[in-house]
Nanobody
Framework: QVQLVESGGGLVQAGGSLRLSCAAS????????MGWYRQAPGKQRELVAT???????NYADSVKGRFTISRDNAKNTVFLQMNSLKPEDTAVYYC?????????WGQGTQVTVSS
């Protein structure tokens, strides 16, 4: 019913920036939460940032002050502006859409930060 497609990953130097996008398509209930999760090599998937349709934002402590989540509700698109990137940010980043008891996931996009 719902499809999410991420884009914007890549290879950057430490201190650089990337902007991730995730566009959801399909019939999506207006009240929802979209967000970003990441999984680094050998580690569990972790929350990066989420944003509810009404505006509430949550960030992992490790990215607070460096990453900014935003969304375009009309287009069901969520963005993650990543600044001051560190090598420890290297991971596959996945977007997620949640409403009710339903979770929808994107395919993931690789972010690699070199020293």
């Amino acid at each position: 019913q719902v499809q999410l497609v991420e884009s914007g990953g890549g290879l950057v130097q430490a201190g650089g920036s990337l902007r991730l996008s995730c566009a959801a398509s399909g019939n999506i209930f207006r009240a929802n939460t979209m967000g970003w999760y990441r999984q680094a090599p050998g580690k569990q998937r972790e929350l990066v940032a989420t944003m509810a349709s009404f505006g509430d934002r949550n960030y992992a402590d490790s990215v607070k002050g460096r990453f900014t989540i935003s969304r375009d509700n009309a287009k069901n698109t969520v963005f993650l502006q990543m600044n001051s990137l560190k090598p420890e940010d290297t991971a596959v980043y996945y977007c997620k859409l949640t409403y009710g008891y339903n979770d929808y996931w994107g395919q993931g996009t690789q972010v690699t930060v070199s020293s």
